[in-house]
């Protein structure tokens, strides 16, 4: 007896249903699987629908996928736990050494080594300026003032994001992965830093805020510049590390221009507070001292970055 025309159409239409729904299971199987023996899994499982389907007629798809199912989720599972066992070999055995050369170590620890003294020395700044009840007035009488104060703790801010950058990109190989890490750490740190300006002046932290993230913008666009650049003449990984490491000094030089300017040239009530005493001779002499480490370090951070984005055939 003749199978009916309808009966044939709808056999096709299972078998296609049947073949897109298990090309969309096949994803739960990690990449690497999928090129090796999907296609051959695809046409046994194909082979299977169409012989249930031309002996025993559509309802045997039940018993079949039930199968399917409960194999896939099983094998799925064993297979996720296999590549991810073995990516965290792959990273447990990874050692930068093995491909940063000796003048992006140099390049880093003269960078982190800027950034902690900075780091310091704005702190300083802060305590002694914020002890002292003639701040204010010198900020009412000087807006500059008053600008180059906010610029050294919103470049701090935007150093400590870039430091992260730099520890990101040397544990994480994915860059957009990093760079989605870096929007999230952005927002923390300015929750952190001044989101209680949010509710007290909200237009104050509006403009903290932009000011903040340009900064932060602008390091990320700088370092992938520099990453391209530096991966003409070493790895990919290296290269984003020293591109954040120039994202980090461009900021740095930021906040210790702002901190010499407003130490040394803008500040008026500094030397007088410290000629009628409010400002003891350690403190004083200690923002100085910071201050001027902070100069030579970046100095030293400008010029080991120099010196690591020079190829080796320029620098013979």
Same mark, same amino acid.
């Given at each position: 007896?003749?199978?009916?025309?309808?009966?044939?159409?709808?056999?096709?239409?299972?078998?296609?249903?049947?073949?897109?729904?298990?090309?969309?299971?096949?994803?739960?199987?990690?990449?690497?699987?999928?090129?090796?023996?999907?296609?051959?899994?695809?046409?046994?499982?194909?082979?299977?629908?169409?012989?249930?389907?031309?002996?025993?007629?559509?309802?045997?798809?039940?018993?079949?996928?039930?199968?399917?199912?409960?194999?896939?989720?099983?094998?799925?599972?064993?297979?996720?736990?296999?590549?991810?066992?073995?990516?965290?070999?792959?990273?447990?055995?990874?050692?930068?050494?093995?491909?940063?050369?000796?003048?992006? =170590?140099?390049?880093?620890?003269?960078?982190?080594?800027?950034?902690?003294?900075?780091?310091?020395?704005?702190?300083?700044?802060?305590?002694?300026?914020?002890?002292?009840?003639?701040?204010?007035?010198?900020?009412?009488?000087?807006?500059?003032?008053?600008?180059?104060?906010?610029?050294?703790?919103?470049?701090?801010?935007?150093?400590?994001?870039?430091?992260?950058?730099?520890?990101?990109?040397?544990?994480?190989?994915?860059?957009?992965?990093?760079?989605?890490?870096?929007?999230?750490?952005?927002?923390?740190?300015?929750?952190?830093?001044?989101?209680?300006?949010?509710?007290?002046?909200?237009?104050?932290?509006?403009?903290?805020?932009?000011?903040?993230?340009?900064?932060?913008?602008?390091?990320?666009?700088?370092?992938?510049?520099?990453?391209?650049?530096?991966?003409?003449?070493?790895?990919?990984?290296?290269?984003?590390?020293?591109?954040?490491?120039?994202?980090?000094?461009?900021?740095?030089?930021?906040?210790?221009?702002?901190?010499?300017?407003?130490?040394?040239?803008?500040?008026?009530?500094?030397?007088?507070?410290?000629?009628?005493?409010?400002?003891?001779?350690?403190? =004083?002499?200690?923002?100085?001292?910071?201050?001027?480490?902070?100069?030579?370090?970046?100095?030293?951070?400008?010029?080991?970055?120099?010196?690591?984005?020079?190829?080796?055939?320029?620098?013979?």
């Amino acid at each position: 007896m003749a199978t009916p025309p309808s009966s044939k159409r709808g056999v096709r239409q299972a078998l296609a249903l049947s073949m897109r729904l298990y090309a969309l299971f096949l994803y739960a199987y990690p990449a690497t699987f999928r090129r090796e023996y999907g296609s051959r899994m695809a046409a046994v499982f194909r082979d299977s629908c169409n012989d249930a389907l031309q002996r025993r007629g559509m309802a045997f798809l039940v018993p079949l996928w039930s199968q399917t199912i409960s194999d896939l989720l099983i094998t799925a599972c064993l297979e996720r736990w296999s590549a991810l066992k073995e990516k965290t070999r792959a990273m447990a055995t990874y050692t930068p050494s093995q491909n940063f050369p000796l003048r992006l =170590w140099v390049a880093l620890a003269a960078t982190l080594l800027a950034f902690v003294v900075s780091l310091v020395a704005s702190l300083n700044l802060y305590l002694i300026e914020d002890a002292s009840p003639l701040t204010q007035v010198a900020y009412a009488a000087s807006p500059l003032l008053r600008f180059s104060y906010d610029g050294i703790y919103l470049s701090a801010l935007a150093a400590g994001v870039a430091v992260c950058a730099i520890l990101g990109f040397a544990l994480v190989q994915r860059a957009m992965l990093v760079i989605s890490g870096l929007i999230v750490v952005a927002l923390l740190v300015a929750l952190g830093g001044f989101g209680g300006l949010l509710v007290r002046h909200p237009v104050t932290f509006l403009l903290f805020f932009i000011v903040f993230l340009a900064l932060t913008l602008l390091n990320i666009l700088l370092g992938r510049a520099m990453a391209t650049r530096a991966g003409r003449i070493m790895g990919q990984r290296p290269a984003q590390v020293l591109g954040a490491c120039v994202s980090v000094g461009s900021v740095l030089l930021i906040n210790v221009v702002l901190l010499v300017l407003h130490t040394l040239i803008l500040n008026p009530v500094n030397h007088a507070l410290y000629m009628q005493g409010q400002i003891g001779t350690t403190p =004083w002499n200690f923002s100085l001292i910071a201050m001027g480490l902070a100069f030579l370090t970046m100095i030293a951070c400008a010029v080991s970055l120099g010196s690591a984005l020079r190829s080796p055939a320029q620098q013979s």
